[in-house]
C-alpha cells in the first residue's frame, strides 16, 4: 500500500516515496474495546490481583482502589483522547510522546515500550502454561511440564498474531465474553444470596479501606495494563478519529466497573473482613474457592478453564501490541527496515510477530534452563517490570498532552486535565518506585536492576533517534 511523508517542497517539485507502510484492518469500537480489555485480562486480575492486595494490604478496600485507579486512567484517556486528532501515527507512545517532548524521548519512549510489554507477555505466558498444567491434572490426563505447556501457547499465539486483526479480534471476543460471563454469574450469585454473612458493604467502610490501602491501589493499577494500547491500532481502525477516543473511554470505563463490582462481590462471598483471612490461608485459589462455594463443583471447574482462557487471550493481546510496537520501530528504521513491512495479503506486521515469537521463545528457554519457578520468578517479576516501565510512559503521555496544548494555546480544560493527570500518575509512579521491591517479587537486587532499566531503555531509544524520521504524521491515502 503506497503512502507519502509530507515532508513539504523539495528541489524540483518532487515528492520522494514513502516505505512507511500502513497496516490494514477495520476494526470498529467494540473489537478494539475487546483488544485491550482482554490484554488487561479480567478474570485473572480479578483472580490474581484481588486477594493478592488483599493479603499484603490487610484491607477489604480493593473495589475502592479499582475505582480511584479507573479515575486516574479516566483523566489519563481524557488527555490521550485530546491529542489523538493530532496524531494519525499507530505508534501510541511514541508518536504521543514525541508531539510534546521531542523525537529524542518519543523514539525512547517506543524503545521503552516494546520491552515494558514483551515483560508482560512473557510473564503472562508462563503463568498460562501453569494453568493448562492445572487443568490437565483436573482431567486426569498425563503430568506435562508447564514450559511445554507455555510454548504451545505461545505457538498458536504465533499463527494468531501473524494473520490479520479481525481473527485475533474474533478470537479475543470469544475468549473474553466467555470469561466475563462466568464471574458475572458468580457475582450475581453471591448478592443474590447476600453473601456469606449478608451484604456488609465493608469494603467502603473506614476499617475497610484501612491498613495499606497504597498497597491494595499498586494493584489495582497494576489491572489497568493494556487499556491505553487503543492507539495501537489505529492504521487498523475503521474510523480512527472517532474510533479510537471512544474505545479508549469504554475500556477504561468497562475495566474500572467490571473490577470493583467483581472484587466486591468477592469480599461479599467470603464475609466481608473475614475475606482477608481466606485470602491468606489460600490466596493462590481465593477466586475458584469461592466459585466452588456458591457455584459448585463444576462452577470451580469452568473458572479455572476460563481462567486459562483469560491469559491466553492477555497473552495473545500482548503479542499483538508488541509486534506492532516493533513493526513501527523498523518501518522508521529504528530497527531492521525489514521489521517495518506490510504483509501484502493479510496487512498484518507478519515480520514483526515472527520476530516478537521467536524473541519469545528464546528467553522463555533461558528461563527454563536456569529452572526459574514460573510464577515466583518469571510471572512476578517480569509483570512488575512491565508495569514499572509503563507507568513512566502514561506519566510521560500526560506531561507531553499538556506541554503540547500549552505551546499551541489550546483549550484550557484541556490543559487542566493533564496537568491533574500527571500529578496523579507522579503520585502513582511514586507509590512503584516505593514499593519496587514487592513489585518485582521481594528482591533487592533486582528491583535495582529493574529500576534502572526503564532509564536505560529511555536512554538507548533516545540515542536512536536520529534513525528516525522527524514527522510520524502519515497523511491518509
Given at each position: 500500500m503506497s503512502e507519502?511523508?509530507?515532508?513539504?517542497?523539495?528541489?524540483?517539485?518532487?515528492?520522494?516515496p514513502d516505505s512507511r507502510g500502513r497496516l490494514r484492518g477495520n476494526l470498529g469500537v467494540p473489537a478494539i474495546v475487546l483488544m485491550v480489555v482482554a490484554a488487561a485480562a479480567p478474570l485473572s486480575t480479578v483472580g490474581g490481583n484481588v486477594p493478592i492486595a488483599m493479603v499484603l494490604g490487610d484491607s477489604t478496600g480493593i473495589p475502592v482502589a479499582f475505582l480511584v485507579a479507573g479515575v486516574i486512567f479516566l483523566l489519563f484517556a481524557a488527555s490521550f483522547v485530546a491529542m489523538s486528532k493530532y496524531v494519525t501515527d499507530t505508534g501510541a507512545f511514541y508518536a504521543y510522546i514525541q508531539k510534546g517532548l521531542g523525537k529524542a524521548?518519543?523514539?525512547?519512549?517506543?524503545?521503552?515500550?516494546?520491552?515494558?510489554?514483551?515483560?508482560?507477555?512473557?510473564?503472562?505466558?508462563?503463568?498460562?502454561?501453569?494453568?493448562?498444567?492445572g487443568l490437565l491434572e483436573i482431567i486426569g490426563a498425563p503430568a506435562v511440564p508447564w514450559w511445554v505447556l507455555t510454548g504451545l501457547v505461545l505457538l498458536i499465539i504465533a499463527f494468531l498474531g501473524y494473520r490479520d486483526i479481525e481473527l485475533s479480534a474474533k478470537v479475543l471476543g470469544i475468549f473474553l465474553v466467555s470469561e466475563v460471563a462466568i464471574l458475572v454469574v458468580l457475582d450475581f450469585v453471591i448478592?443474590?444470596?447476600?453473601?456469606?454473612?449478608?451484604?456488609?458493604?465493608?469494603?467502603?467502610?473506614?476499617?475497610?479501606?484501612?491498613?495499606?490501602?497504597g498497597i491494595a491501589l499498586l494493584y489495582a493499577l497494576w489491572g489497568f495494563v493494556g487499556v491505553e494500547a487503543t492507539a495501537v491500532f489505529r492504521d487498523e481502525a475503521r474510523d480512527p478519529d472517532r474510533t479510537v477516543p471512544r474505545a479508549t473511554y469504554w475500556a477504561v470505563g468497562i475495566v474500572a466497573s467490571f473490577y470493583a463490582f467483581s472484587s466486591?462481590?468477592?469480599?461479599?462471598?467470603?464475609?466481608?473482613?473475614?475475606?482477608?483471612?481466606?485470602?491468606?490461608?489460600?490466596?493462590?485459589?481465593?477466586?475458584?474457592?469461592?466459585?466452588?462455594?456458591?457455584?459448585?463443583?463444576?462452577?470451580k471447574d469452568l473458572t479455572t478453564l476460563f481462567w486459562f482462557v483469560s491469559v491466553f487471550a492477555c497473552a495473545l493481546a500482548f503479542h499483538n501490541i508488541c509486534s506492532r510496537y516493533t513493526f513501527v520501530l523498523g518501518r522508521?528504521?529504528?530497527?531492521?527496515?525489514?521489521?517495518?513491512?506490510?504483509?501484502?495479503?493479510?496487512?498484518?506486521?507478519?515480520?514483526?510477530?515472527?520476530?516478537?515469537?521467536v524473541v519469545s521463545m528464546v528467553i522463555m528457554g533461558v528461563f527454563v534452563l536456569l529452572g526459574l519457578d514460573p510464577v515466583l520468578q518469571i510471572f512476578g517479576p517480569?509483570?512488575?517490570?512491565?508495569?514499572?516501565?509503563?507507568?513512566?510512559?502514561?506519566?510521560l503521555t500526560t506531561i507531553s498532552v499538556g506541554l503540547f496544548?500549552?505551546?499551541r494555546g489550546g483549550p484550557v480544560n484541556i490543559i487542566v486535565l493533564a496537568v491533574v493527570g500527571t500529578i496523579a500518575l507522579a503520585a502513582a509512579v511514586a507509590l512503584i518506585v516505593a514499593n519496587l521491591t514487592l513489585v518485582v517479587g521481594g528482591s533487592t537486587t533486582l528491583a535495582i536492576i529493574f529500576g534502572i532499566a526503564p532509564v536505560v531503555f529511555l536512554g538507548i531509544g533516545a540515542a536512536l533517534s536520529g534513525r528516525a524520521p522527524d514527522d510520524l504524521s502519515i497523511p491518509k491515502s
Open positions: 507519502v511523508l509530507n515532508t513539504g517542497d523539495k528541489p524540483g517539485g518532487a515528492t520522494p524521548a518519543g523514539t525512547g519512549a517506543a524503545v521503552l515500550a516494546l520491552p515494558a510489554y514483551m515483560a508482560t507477555l512473557l510473564a503472562v505466558a508462563a503463568y498460562d502454561g501453569v494453568i493448562l498444567a448478592v443474590i444470596q447476600g453473601g456469606e454473612k449478608g451484604i456488609t458493604g465493608d469494603s467502603f467502610t473506614p476499617s475497610g479501606i484501612s491498613g495499606a490501602f466486591w462481590a468477592l469480599v461479599e462471598g467470603n464475609g466481608g473482613n473475614d475475606a482477608i483471612q481466606v485470602a491468606k490461608d489460600d490466596p493462590d485459589n481465593f477466586m475458584v474457592n469461592t466459585a466452588e462455594k456458591y457455584l459448585g463443583m463444576l462452577g522508521d528504521n529504528v530497527l531492521p527496515r525489514k521489521l517495518g513491512e506490510v504483509h501484502p495479503k493479510l496487512g498484518s506486521p507478519a515480520n514483526a510477530s515472527v520476530l516478537v515469537t517480569l509483570g512488575g517490570l512491565g508495569i514499572w516501565g509503563l507507568s513512566i510512559l502514561w506519566l496544548f500549552k505551546r
